[in-house]
């Protein structure tokens, strides 16, 4: 138990082993996700808080058994940008009586875990008016009898797990016959389930490139008010050794408007712009962590557009990325495809005129996703698809010709899986 508590310092994320492939029968191969992490805690008896956004409840286990059970009243839309963030987190600290900057609301019992996210009461403004809504703004709304029990059996530190979706298991035939490409390694493979179709080499680790930009625009998303205004300076542009039109010395933008050029035209003059919100050391700093929390093991961060070939990671990770975008983050993927997320008002960016380098935008199975390119990566891509009602990545790394990788591994999966 705790009262109020500071911490200079956002905790590490907690880790896992490095064994990430689970069978589920004697030939088929699935991909560890956080379910499988509630399961790992349990066998080895770890007092942690569960946050279960599937089924809306919020579970304390101590020891390896539930000491105590209570509903989630509200969480964040996923298909705005107030989704609930997953992952793996630990409580950095409480507050009897917290308050929001972002939506001026007190907070009863509030447990904070990460970035903007909270755990908390039910939230009134300063005038005594409760809030409201069927939805949060991402935090985790209990009823104030629910929160203070969970506040009172809580400690700093304690790992707090959160769940988007479990695990959806769909029985697949094993095809022996893998397709051929180009990529020195791939992965294709079933989001809602884990369940691995074709991989070569998905553990390596390679330079990705603007796959980067990826999770800067999640470490951006949820860390600033997007509403936010930034104005454009010439030691921002420097940075990004490119030039993007309409990102000029002087213009004030919103921080969701450089999203646009950032996830569709792959500016790294965005992406050196978006870090400057939190200062660049850390912003890469909440990359790495924000990976490792994710399942992400084996990706390293530098800097927040890609260019440098020290961004690197594997096919495996780039699939928890994809995943947590899916599940979490949607509207990122949304603007991948060139389409408008008008939650915070009008778009600065004339979208018409930003060159999408994401290839699939026509393909209306296409779900979203991103591609990258510097010399020392070849192509890079992390495409979501939709397979009748399974979403299915294709992810690809040192590609020497990312269209024809990626048709051929389609066409196979659609031929020997949902024919």
């Not at 030039?243 to 004030?252: H, R, S």
Request: charged share 25%; net charge negative; with cysteine.
């Amino acid at each position: 138990m705790f009262y109020e508590a500071k911490i200079e310092k956002q905790i590490d994320s907690v880790y896992l082993s490095d064994f990430f492939f689970l069978e589920k029968d004697n030939s088929s191969v699935y991909l560890k996700l956080f379910d499988d992490v509630k399961e790992e805690y349990l066998l080895t008896k770890k007092d942690f808080l569960e946050v279960n956004l599937d089924n809306m409840k919020i579970r304390i286990f101590k020891q390896g058994s539930l000491i105590k059970e209570v509903p989630i009243l509200a969480k964040g839309d996923i298909n705005n940008w107030g989704g609930s963030a997953a992952g793996i987190y630990k409580i950095i600290r409480g507050y009897k009586l917290g308050y929001s900057n972002i939506a001026d609301v007190y907070m009863p019992y509030a447990l904070h875990y990460y970035g903007k996210y909270y755990i908390h009461g039910e939230p009134y403004y300063p005038w005594g008016e409760k809030l409201e809504s069927p939805v949060s703004g991402g935090c985790l709304r209990l009823e104030n009898e629910d929160a203070e029990s969970i506040f009172q059996l809580t400690d700093l530190n304690m790992p707090v797990l959160v769940i988007d979706k479990e695990k959806d298991y769909t029985d697949y035939k094993d095809v022996f016959q893998k397709p051929k490409v180009s990529a020195e390694s791939f992965l294709v493979a079933d989001l809602d389930s884990g369940f691995i179709f074709a991989d070569k080499d998905s553990f390596v680790s390679l330079p990705i490139a603007s796959l980067t930009k990826l999770m800067t625009a999640v470490i951006i998303a949820e860390n600033v008010d997007l509403k936010r205004s930034l104005s454009i300076k010439q030691r921002m542009l420097d940075l990004g050794y490119g030039a993007t039109e309409g990102l000029e010395v002087g213009k004030t933008f919103r921080t969701i408007e450089l999203f646009y050029p950032l996830l569709i035209e792959s500016s790294n003059d965005a992406a050196f712009a978006l870090s400057w919100l939190l200062g660049q050391e850390k912003t890469i700093n909440l990359m790495n962590e924000k990976a490792k929390s994710i399942l992400m093991e084996n990706t390293s961060f530098v800097e927040p557009s890609g260019f440098d070939p020290a961004n690197t990671s594997t096919a495996k990770d780039l699939f928890y990325l994809a995943r947590y975008l899916l599940n979490n983050r949607y509207p990122i993927l949304e603007i991948t495809k060139g389409n408008k997320v008008t939650s915070f008002g009008s778009v600065g960016f004339d979208i018409e005129k930003l060159w999408n380098k994401n290839i699939f935008i026509y393909d209306p199975t296409f779900i979203g996703g991103k591609t990258g390119y510097i010399k020392a990566s070849k192509q890079t891509a992390v495409f979501l698809f939709k397979f009748e009602q399974r979403n299915i990545a294709i992810i690809l790394l040192g590609s020497a010709d990312l269209r024809r990788d990626t048709q051929k591994l389609y066409i196979w999966l659609q031929k020997n899986y949902f024919n």
